[in-house]
């Protein structure tokens, strides 16, 4: 196409302080979850009652439970009452249940902590303040701040929280990561406020029936929610096989480092070729298979750490891919008037992914031993593949309007 062209937006510098800003406190949250992911079940065992598997996987899912439970009212009280307030009453509802975790003995009061740390369900309201922050033709460039601290705090996790548990112990990770909330308090309240965007026409409200019944967003929702408990399942019983292998929790980063870092590397581009081929779903579906191949592997491999160090570098490859990729095809796919209320349902499905996850890893792991925890992961991953052979991919127009 020739002749001038209108000169692409850009995000203004306030809009950009307010997206990075935002996306490092949606991080910090998530860092309840990532930090202790690669070295809790094997702390917990020395908690009184941390033997009993599938209570240490209850303390290590409940906060994706209290999370998704709570996660609506509190975008909804955002509205009512501003961002700023709901944001900094979750994120000290949060430090709360870090101090609790940080001086607990046995694990029940460990799964109390846990529950309380997520409850400061303040993702929604963090996401609506970006929306109010940014225009909305630039918000999908926001979100993708968002995207990318998520991606940032998940490996930087996998790789200190074994340095960090050495060193300060599990117990100083909570105090951490409450520490590091009190940082994000400050950083929220400098911000300036933005007026709270509303839906001009009330009839263009989206309806939650129509979300949860549009097939397309129950394919991705299914596979946010496969995703997350098969995650959550594997690092139930990953740091405790990697012990019993004789690799002490301070060595651990060295097997996920690398894995890590390679399929990282592989991300961008071939996001990037999917894009411009208009092959997003053949993407989407062999990283599904990637994810099951690992699994499938993990059955027959798992006796050695070099076996599992590749392992993971194929299931993080498939992962990472169908991290990356979800949040945008489900905003891509959801109808206009529908997108918040479609990445709120989104989020809630994580979070209860999370939660059945820890859950289920934890008994599969008590009954059945780790084939138990890779066959249910594989059985997951395998339906996964069924149901999303019924996606369409979102008009490429929508992909290139993004970018």
Same mark, same amino acid.
């Given at each position: ?24 406190? =949606? ?31 209850? *303390? ?19 509205? %009512?009452?501003? %961002?700023?307030? !709901? ?15 940080? /001086? ?48 940032? /705090? =998940? ?45 001009? @026409? ?76 208009? %092959? ?12 099951? *191949? ?6 027959? =491999?798992?006796? /050695? ?9 194929? =299931? ?7 991290? *990356? ?21 989104? @989020? ?11 859950? *289920? ?5 008590? !009954?059945?031993?780790?084939?138990? !925890? ?30």
């Amino acid at each position: 196409m020739t002749g001038t062209s209108p000169a692409p937006l850009r995000l203004t510098r306030q809009e950009r302080t307010a997206s990075m800003t935002l996306g490092a406190v =949606f991080a910090l949250r998530l860092l309840g979850i990532f930090l202790i992911l690669p070295v809790f079940s094997v702390w917990a065992q020395t908690l009184e009652g941390g033997t009993d598997a599938f209570m240490v996987g209850m *303390a290590l899912g409940i906060y994706g439970l209290t999370q998704a439970v709570l996660q609506i009212p509190f975008g909804a009280a955002s509205d %009512r009452f501003g %961002r700023k307030p !709901v944001i900094v009453t979750g994120l000290l509802i949060f430090i709360a249940g870090s101090l609790l975790a940080y /001086s607990a003995d046995n694990i029940t009061t460990l799964l109390i902590a846990r529950a309380i740390q997520g409850a400061g369900a303040v993702s929604a309201a963090v996401t609506a303040m970006i929306s109010d922050s940014v225009r909305e033709q630039l918000l999908t460039r926001a979100m993708a701040f968002v995207g990318a601290s998520i991606g940032v /705090s =998940f490996t930087f996790s996998l790789v200190i929280s074994p340095i960090l548990a050495d060193s300060i112990g599990v117990p100083g990770i909570f105090l951490l990561t409450a520490l590091l909330c009190m940082l994000a308090i400050g950083a929220v309240l400098m911000l300036p406020t933005a007026p709270v965007k509303r839906f001009e @026409n009330f009839r263009a409200r989206a309806k939650l029936r129509d979300v949860f019944l549009h097939s397309q967003l129950m394919r991705l929702n299914l596979g946010i929610f496969s995703l997350h408990m098969a995650q959550m399942a594997l690092f139930v019983v990953i740091p405790l096989r990697l012990t019993e292998l004789d690799l002490v929790v301070a060595q651990h980063w060295t097997v996920y480092l690398p894995a890590v870092l390679v399929s990282l590397a592989f991300l961008m581009p071939v996001l990037r070729h999917a894009e411009k081929t208009g %092959r997003t779903k053949e993407l989407f579906v062999g990283a599904i298979c990637l994810v099951l *191949a690992a699994f499938a592997g993990f059955e027959i =491999f798992d006796n /050695s750490v070099l076996l599992i160090s590749v392992l993971l570098l194929v =299931f993080f490859s498939g992962f990472n891919v169908l991290e *990356a990729s979800l949040p945008s095809l489900v905003s891509k796919t959801a109808p206009q008037e529908c997108k918040g209320l479609a990445l709120g349902v989104y @989020n809630t499905t994580q979070s209860v992914g999370v939660f059945i996850g820890g859950a *289920a890893g934890g008994w599969l792991y008590s !009954v059945f031993g780790t084939h138990g !925890v890779y066959g249910f992961c594989a059985a997951l991953m395998v339906l996964w593949i069924i149901a999303a052979q019924g996606m369409t991919a979102p008009a490429r127009g929508n992909v290139e309007a993004d970018s």
